[in-house]
């Protein structure tokens, strides 16, 4: 797989350049609108997880998938009359952004008697086309997530804005991280647990992740190619 060795690589270097172990940052493979060869294939490489944005696929592909340990993770925006279905075929949801999706998360988690892992998905970039809590709603958040018995918090994930020029999106990029890293540091303080997950960068703009903290980078379009514009 040279796609997924040049990705590694990318990753190796960026740690490098700001004094971090390769081993810090894990690859999460973006398998969304390929078939499901493509998971069992970031399987064989062996990584941990691969990462879906709908429900509804994943629940079609999951199935048939020929490794039983790889984790599904659900990076996509998720409406709460989806949560069950959610619960049930991800091993962890990225994409909480409401009290409201940790209240039907948790009482699906319960039914199907299983903790289930999240992220609080935060807007960092304040960008008005993205999902995710405002950056001001993360406390308040946290709270309810911590105070809920079937889910465990394990810290956050964010998109980056996309801008009109290169050299803009790596400002934005820088900015965005930044920004949700200061978070992270200043909630993990306040409710003195370690939210050690930020699930942040994506192949355009995963050295800037990588250089602001970021402990999982969601890959696509470098591991597998381009996908179909979407209809
Ligand atoms: C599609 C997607 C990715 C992967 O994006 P690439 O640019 O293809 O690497 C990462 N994160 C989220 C939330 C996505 O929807």
């Not at 969304?32 to 944005?53: F, I, Q, S």
């Not at 659900?74 to 994409?95: C, E, M, P, T």
């Not at 903790?115 to 609080?120: S, T």
């Not at 949700?180 to 003195?192: E, H, I, M, N, V």
Request: proline share 5%.
């Amino acid at each position: 797989m040279q796609r997924a060795d040049g990705v590694r690589a990318s990753i190796a270097a960026a740690c490098a350049h700001v004094g971090r172990a390769a081993g810090e940052v894990e690859l999460l493979a973006v398998t969304k609108t390929h078939p499901v060869m493509a998971a069992d294939y970031a399987a064989r490489y062996g990584l941990r997880a691969v990462g879906e944005n709908r429900v509804q696929e994943a629940a079609e592909k999951r199935p048939h998938c020929s490794a039983p340990a790889l984790a599904w993770e659900l990076i996509g925006h998720l409406q709460s009359n989806k949560a069950k279905l959610a619960a049930q075929y991800f091993d962890r949801v990225q994409s909480v952004d409401s009290e409201k999706l940790l209240n039907h998360l948790d009482r699906a988690a319960a039914e199907l008697g299983k903790i289930l892992p999240v992220l609080l998905q935060i807007n960092a970039g304040r960008d008005p086309a993205k999902f995710g809590a405002e950056l001001e709603d993360a406390p308040r958040l946290v709270e309810i997530a911590l105070a809920k018995k079937n889910l465990r918090l394990d810290g956050f994930m964010t998109i980056a804005p996309l801008s009109a020029t290169p050299a803009e999106n790596t400002a934005h990029a820088q900015r965005t991280f930044a920004a949700l890293r200061q978070l992270r540091d200043d909630l993990a303080l306040r409710f003195a647990r370690p939210l050690r997950e930020l699930s942040m960068g994506m192949s355009g703009d995963l050295a800037e992740a990588i250089a602001a903290g970021s402990t999982q980078v969601r890959v696509g379009t470098a591991l597998f190619g381009a996908r179909p514009a979407p209809v």
